[in-house]
């Protein structure tokens, strides 16, 4: 005999499953430097002002269109930290999953750094390159392959390389690609940088800003920045609640939230399909 399940069970199990969203929630995949700005800032000013659930997932921005492209994890909204994440996730050979996305603010990487660190004194007289290829400096960044802050840091290195006339240098600084005494995911390397785990890290201003992080901008010459974007994936559970959040994201209120937590807003930009925009979404 076939039973059926329950509406409690169903919810239940709903609760239980892995990466199975909840449509009473607006389900937000963003990228984790944002997690400050997101789970204090947006997220609950969102809520406030349009009676919605804001519930959010953070991480590499390449990991979470793996996951959403190999259908690991369910949301409603995607923001990503480089625009050319999203081209993992369009066209018919990558699910449809995005039609369209709206470019709505950037972040310089930056090199932040523990006070206490030995290290942090020298940050400030010396040229920061030197000072990363000291003798026991431990260094923290995402993976490249992963995040697109990681992929910036490697560029970043390559760069200052050529700028600085230095031969060398990016392998001196990182080692490999993928070096395990430095690659950390996105979500904790913040904490490991206050607890003193390791001494430096490369960060987007929006996150030393955010939490107060000292930091060493990077000159011109060598300056690189994330862009995030944001768009609403094909098999939304509530694609009314997800315009409503893109919505607030680009409102002047939502801007606001985004420059208290650090992060340059620009003028918002579309790729893509603009048809396919809902029209709850104002573009400002």
């Not at 932040?112 to 000072?131: D, H, I, N, Q, R």
């Not at 996150?207 to 939304?236: G, N």
Request: aromatic share 8%.
């Amino acid at each position: 005999m076939i039973r059926r399940a329950t509406p409690l069970l169903a919810a239940a199990a709903m609760l239980l499953t892995p990466g199975l969203a909840s449509a009473a929630d607006v389900n937000v995949m963003y990228a984790g430097s944002l997690v400050n700005l997101m789970e204090h800032g947006v997220g609950p000013a969102f809520d406030k002002a349009s009676g919605e659930t804001f519930k959010g997932f953070g991480g590499g921005s390449n990991g979470l269109a793996n996951q959403i492209k190999g259908k690991l994890r369910r949301a409603d909204v995607f923001i990503s930290a480089n625009p050319k994440v999203n081209d993992m996730l369009t066209g018919g050979a990558n699910g449809d999953w995005v039609n369209w996305y709206v470019t709505f603010a950037q972040s310089p990487l930056v090199i932040g750094y523990s006070p206490t660190s030995k290290f942090a004194a020298e940050l400030k007289t010396k040229p920061w390159y030197e000072v990363l290829r000291e003798p026991g400096i431990k260094i923290g960044r995402t993976d490249a392959k992963l995040d697109p802050k990681g992929a910036l840091t490697v560029q970043l290195m390559d760069k200052a390389e050529q700028v600085y006339h230095q031969p060398g240098l990016a392998k001196a600084v990182l080692g490999t690609p993928d070096n395990p005494d430095q690659v950390r995911p996105e979500e904790n390397l913040v904490g490991r940088l206050q607890s003193g785990q390791i001494d430096i890290g490369f960060f987007y201003s929006t996150e030393t800003s955010d939490l107060k992080i000292p930091a060493i901008p990077l000159p011109p010459e060598v300056a690189l920045s994330a862009v995030y974007t944001v768009t609403i994936l094909r098999d939304a559970a509530d694609p009314a609640g997800a315009a409503k959040f893109v919505d607030y994201l680009l409102s002047a209120p939502g801007k606001a939230v985004m420059q208290e937590h650090g992060l340059d807003v620009v003028a918002p930009t579309v790729t893509g399909d603009a048809t396919k925009i809902p029209a709850a979404i104002h573009l400002k």
